[in-house]
């Protein structure tokens, strides 16, 4: 079982990055799929996620508006589109895959399955 983050850079502020997991060994259709994000000197945090359906994406208010987040059914991919970036969005940036509970999605807690994280570094 295997989640590889992929699409992370340094870009600068306003700018935009994608960022994709590409998840093997899994059975995809049975897992809702979030991203988590660790700044520096900060716990992980929810950043965005989808269910297992992709039929409802979930969103933190903190990113809502600029980040955007898909999954693909044929590929077993879920990506995170992040657009207006922040200095205050440098963070590595972990996906991860759960089976829990729909009202459970944003709970880190809930996760078991994790990906090794993507630096993402915006520049002023």
């Known amino acids: 079982v295997q989640l590889q983050a992929s699409g992370g850079g340094l870009v600068q502020a306003g700018g935009s990055l994608r960022l994709s997991c590409a998840a093997s060994g899994l059975s995809f259709s049975s897992y809702h799929m979030g991203w988590f994000r660790q700044g520096p000197g900060k716990e992980r945090e929810f950043v965005a996620a989808i269910s297992r359906s992709g039929g409802r994406p979930y969103i933190a208010d903190s990113v809502k508006g600029r980040f955007t987040i898909s999954r693909d059914r044929n590929k077993n991919t879920v990506d995170l589109q992040m657009n207006s970036l922040k200095p205050e969005d440098t963070a590595v940036y972990y996906c991860?895959?759960?089976?829990?509970?729909?009202?459970?999605?944003?709970?880190?807690?809930?996760?078991?399955?994790w990906g090794q994280g993507t630096q993402v570094t915006v520049s002023s």
């Open positions: 991860a895959a759960s089976n829990t509970i729909l009202g459970e999605i944003r709970t880190i807690s809930r996760y078991d399955i």
